[in-house]
Every structure is written in C-alpha cells, then in structure tokens.
C-alpha cells in the first residue's frame, strides 16, 4: 500500500443556479488577460447541450482520455508515441476557435467618435482576437437556460439514444447545470500525452499544473484532456489549465470558485488513496465498473493502519487529521451520494458531483407523503423530467443502479426533514430501505444543507518543510505567477516593476503583503480571506 494525498472537490448540482459567479471571478483572477479571450477555467454548463468546446464529451471525434488495448493494457485514446511524431505539427484532433466560439467585444468607439445626429449610434461586435467585425453565433454559455436547446442540444454526445424520449420542447424539455473545472485526475491523460514532460502532477497534493519553462506549444495536452480543460494561449505560445487556485490551497484557503459560489454547492477536502491500485482501477474492463473501481482506491483515514502507512509515506499529521474531516471523503465513500464524471474517460477524476434530485421533489411536494406508502416517494424518480438513463451517461458510464441508489437516498433526506417539519408520521424502515441509519441521514442532511464553512472547505495548509524532499520530484517549486507570461496576470507589476521584484511578508492567508524595492506596500488579493486587515490595499487617504 502506497498512500498518498489528493486534494478533491464534490458539487451539489442541486444548489447550483447558473450564476456564473463562479466563472467571473476564476476570470478575473486568472484569465483576464491578452491571449486568454476564450479561455475558461471554470464554465458552467446549462444540459442537455453540447457544452464548451462544442462536444467535448464525443471522444469518438476528439480522441481524449484512455482506452484499453486487446490486451486490455491502458493506451491513450489519440495514441502512442510515434502517432504523436506523425501529428506533432498536425494535430488532427485539436478544437478550432468555432468550437470554443470566438470572443468578442464592442466597437465603444464608434460611440464616443460619433458626431451629433438624427440617429442613436450603436456598438458592432468585433473579434477580440482579431479586432476585426464579426456575428456572434457562440460562445461559452450560448445555451445558458436552454436558449440553444431546440436547435443545439439534441447534438449533446449524453442524450445517445435517448432521442425519443427527450423532446426539446420549452414545456417538456428537463435542464440543470453543471459547471466544470480541471478535473486533477488520478491518470492524467493529458500529462501522459505532453511530449515535453511539461504538465505534470504535483506528488504533495495531486494537483496537475503546466510548468510553463518547459512547455513548447505541441498542443497533444488539449486534445489528450477528454474534459477539454487544457488551453492554448495563442500570445505566449503555451498550454494552461485551471490550477485548483493552488497559493490559496498551499495557505489553506478555498479556491477562487468555491469561495465566491453564491449556492455554496462546493466542498474541499483531502482522499487519501492507495497509489499502487490506481493503473489497476484504470484498467477496469468493464467501464460501468469503473466508479466502484475507483472507490476502491480510496483509502479510510480513520483505519489505523492505512494512518501508520501515511505517516510512513511523510503524509503530514494535520493532512491525515484533515483527511478524517474531509467533506468530500463523507459524501463520495461514506454516503455514496457524489459520482464522478465521465468515469469512462478511464482517467479517475478528482472532482465528483451529487445528481440534481430537484424536478422529483415538486412531484413529491405536489403528490404529498403518504406513511402508508413510504416508498411512494421514490415511484417518480423513473418517471423524472431528467432521465435516469441521461444521468447515467454522465456520471456512470450508463449504468442507471448508482443514479437510482443516489436518488432514493436523496429522497429519503428530504421525506424525513419534510415530515419533521410538518409532524407527519414516518415509516421506521425508510432509512433502511435506501441503506442507511436515520442517524447516518440526518449527517448528510446537515452536511448537504446546513454545512458551516469549516465543514465544507477542510484543506489543510502546505508544509514549507516538505519543499526539500520535493525538489527531487521536480523542479519546479516556485509559483508560475513569477514569470512573465505564466498562468497568472504576468508582465510588469505597478511601479514599472516585474513580480519578481516583489517579496512576501506578513502571514500567508491573513492577507499577505509584497514590499516592492521601490519602498511602497502592496497587497495581495488573490491570497485574502475578507477578514483580516488589507494594508496597501486602498492607496493612501482612502478609508480601507
């Protein structure tokens, strides 16, 4: 047994409200600058449709993740090394820029420049790429609310068979949301697909970064990424992907996304899993048993003995301890209620989601409980607005069995707090029958909508000790916000000075602070926690 440490997320697609909250804010920490116009970190996606980049999840045409061999050997999906060879100045399978859409603003000038008239100017769209007027025919969230779905969304790769039964009529037709960030898997396939051994994943913590020195541009990472989560940035010539907002992991903090999440729908925590079985899982012949393959290579932080081999390994305590409160470890192995996306892709993804149970409980609300008939509240979970069968296409390779399981489950959290709130009398057998305790969903009541902020981010802070014995894992310690260029703003800081110019002080995750050699106090937002003082936030004279 070979332990190591991941940092994971679950989503609760029942909070999420399409917002976009999310989506702006990981922008503007992370991707609002030139070169990045069409990249998103974090997007939310309204389904059914066709997502972004225009179907993503057909990996019939895009040749993503990891297939098995007639040895039944794990291979890449886009092939070996000599197709890469082949291809490595033609990537067939790469998105073009009308796949993601091309990003646009608005010719404002021609406001500003217009003379006095009898007409109202008006502003054209043009290219932000290009800089040249165009017509805008899609974008990141082009079927946001359904608005593409009559015409767009029977073309979404999840809905395979199932044509007949979904009709893409307003009054008829099911949605949700779902947003999507990297999802810092267990067998990257795109870290086994970069030629340059730049994209790698970190040993500490899992998460899967760009070392931005060693990137050429080869571009296999993109189409290697099954999720297509891996850009290009067409300026500096280089690959990025979301970076799990790792300074504000190292100090302890949520990521950018789930701290600004308006429905609170994101949990943080640590897996502690056995490395050794991850290519094993990974093989799993049978792609419906992937997901329990996967649960398999969990480990239990509160077993003795798995706590004495993570020690062994140099797991710090606090991690194990964190490991023990993680929120993410209680809803995908405990209560079994968060499911992978996409397990098929074969890459084990780190970021789970618990399936939207909302279109069943306005039945429920509607049809009302009956004691009698406890099971009454699980007859509509068939009948659902939202396919069982489209659930299962995303989150089990298609096996229906864990969406029901994970549905009952959820049914039976909500029929127990309804009848407590209104004095109505429940079944005795109904936790059993969806195989838990009372006590075990009354847990996950409180975990799912209750939570505090401690129990929902639990992520314990990064070990400056451990930087020695990681420097032989690779080379790349410093944050890749230093360079010029690198996944961050980049470029000259304030004053004309470059980042590197900057040293922190101060305590990390209190609001740190950079003194510049020009004297002056800067101060770091993106490692603020909205509590503590902000010196050098707001210039002199200002109230901070």
């Given at each position: ?71 039944g050997r794990l291979q890449l999906k886009a092939g070996g090394r000599l197709r890469k060879l082949l ?209 398999s290579v969990f480990l239990d932080p509160h077993d003795p003995a798995v706590q004495a081999a993570a ?234």
């Open positions: 047994m070979r332990v190591m440490a991941n940092v994971a997320m679950v989503m609760n697609l029942d909070k999420c409200i399409g917002c976009h909250t999310c989506s702006v804010t990981c922008k503007q920490v992370w991707t609002n600058r030139p070169g990045t116009e069409y990249v998103y970190f974090n997007n939310v996606e309204t389904k059914p449709g066709v997502g972004y980049p225009k179907r993503y999840e057909d990996q019939e045409q895009w040749h993503g993740g990891w297939a098995l061999d007639k040895k291809t490595i100045f033609y990537n067939p399978d790469l998105p073009t820029i009308d796949d993601y859409g091309d990003p646009w603003t608005y010719d404002y000038q021609t406001l500003i420049e217009a003379p006095l008239g009898t007409r109202n100017p008006s502003a054209h769209s043009i290219s932000a790429l290009t800089g040249k007027d165009m017509k805008v025919t899609w974008g990141s969230n082009f079927e946001d609310d359904l608005a593409g779905a009559p015409e767009h969304a029977a073309g979404d790769p999840n809905l395979a068979g199932l044509q007949e039964r979904v009709r893409m009529e307003f009054e008829q037709v099911f949605m949700f949301y779902l947003p999507r960030i990297c999802e810092h898997c267990l067998n990257p396939s795109c870290v086994a697909s970069c030629p340059s051994g730049a994209m790698y994943k970190r040993a500490e913590d899992g998460i899967v970064l760009v070392d931005q020195d060693r990137c050429r541009g080869w571009r296999m990472c993109v189409s290697g990424c099954p999720y297509k989560k891996v850009y290009f940035n067409h300026r500096t010539g280089k690959a990025e992907k979301c970076t799990f907002c790792f300074p504000r992991i190292e100090a302890g903090q949520p990521t950018v996304c789930s701290e600004t999440c308006v429905g609170r729908l994101r949990y943080l925590g640590l897996f502690l899993y056995d490395a050794d079985k991850v290519l094993d899982a990974a093989a799993t012949p049978d792609a419906q048993g992937l997901y329990e393959a996967q649960l020690a062994q390994a140099g797991i710090p305590h606090d991690w194990i301890e964190a490991a023990k409160r993680s929120p993410v470890y209680e809803l995908a192995v405990r209560h079994k209620v968060a499911l992978p996306l996409h397990p098929e892709y074969r890459t084990l993804p780190m970021v789970w989601y618990i399936p939207p149970l909302s279109p069943v409980s306005d039945v429920v609300d509607a049809a009302g409980y009956d004691p009698d008939r406890p099971d009454a509240v699980f007859a509509t979970i068939d009948a659902l607005r939202i396919p069982v069968e489209y659930l299962a296409n995303l989150f089990t390779a298609g096996d229906p069995a864990p969406i029901r399981r994970v549905l009952r489950k959820l049914a039976a959290v909500r029929a127990i707090q309804r009848a407590g709130q209104l004095g109505l009398d429940l079944d005795e057998d109904l936790p059993a029958s969806v195989g838990a305790s009372a006590d075990e969903l009354d847990d996950l009541f409180r975990l799912l909508a209750i939570a505090k902020y401690e129990d929902r981010y639990v992520i314990p802070p990064a070990h400056a000790e451990e930087a020695g014995r990681l420097m032989g894992q690779h080379e790349q310690l410093f944050c890749s916000l230093d360079t010029e260029g690198g996944p961050g703003m980049g470029g000259e800081g304030p004053g004309g000075h470059g980042i590197r110019s900057y040293r922190p002080t101060g305590t990390p995750g209190a609001g740190q602070t950079f003194a510049a050699e020009d004297g002056r106090t800067r101060f770091n937002l993106l490692g603020w926690d909205g509590r503590s003082p902000a010196p050098g936030l707001f210039p002199e004279g200002e109230a901070s």
